[in-house]
Nanobody, 122 residues
Framework: VQLVESGGGLVQAGGSLRLSCVVSGSTFAIDAMGWYRQAPGKQRELVASVTSGGGGTNYADSVKGRFTIFRDNAKNTMYLQMRSLKPEDTAVYYC????????????????WGQGTQVTVSS
């Protein structure tokens, strides 16, 4: 299984970015997916998750109303549209395969991509 993130970059506060995650080597359409981020000196945290069909989503409180997670199963690709970016959104962003149990998303204990760096300047 390979996960490849892209779309990161340097943006000013208030700006937007769209991240992409292409997954190969797995049955993408049956996996829930999540976006994580890790800022320097901090633990990796779950930012958003989406069900296998794309109809259900969850967000961390810190990004609700600003970020949108969605997927295109025909392209084996998941996205994270980020708007109204803040300096505290600066981090390396990763995508991850997972599953839902009830309302909650859990990551599979397997592969991580290399991540994509997002830097928001004030």
């Amino acid at each position: 299984v390979q996960l490849v993130e892209s779309g990161g970059g340097l943006v000013q506060a208030g700006g937007s970015l769209r991240l992409s995650c292409v997954v190969s080597g797995s049955t993408f359409a049956i996996d829930a997916m999540g976006w994580y981020r890790q800022a320097p000196g901090k633990q990796r945290e779950l930012v958003a998750s989406v069900t296998s069909g794309g109809g259900g989503t969850n967000y961390a409180d810190s990004v609700k109303g600003r970020f949108t997670i969605f997927r295109d199963n025909a392209k084996n690709t998941m996205y994270l549209q980020m708007r109204s970016l803040k300096p505290e959104d600066t981090a390396v962003y990763y995508c991850k395969r997972g599953y839902y149990s009830g309302r909650y998303y859990y990551p599979h204990d397997d592969y991580w991509g290399q991540g994509t760096q997002v830097t928001v300047s004030s």
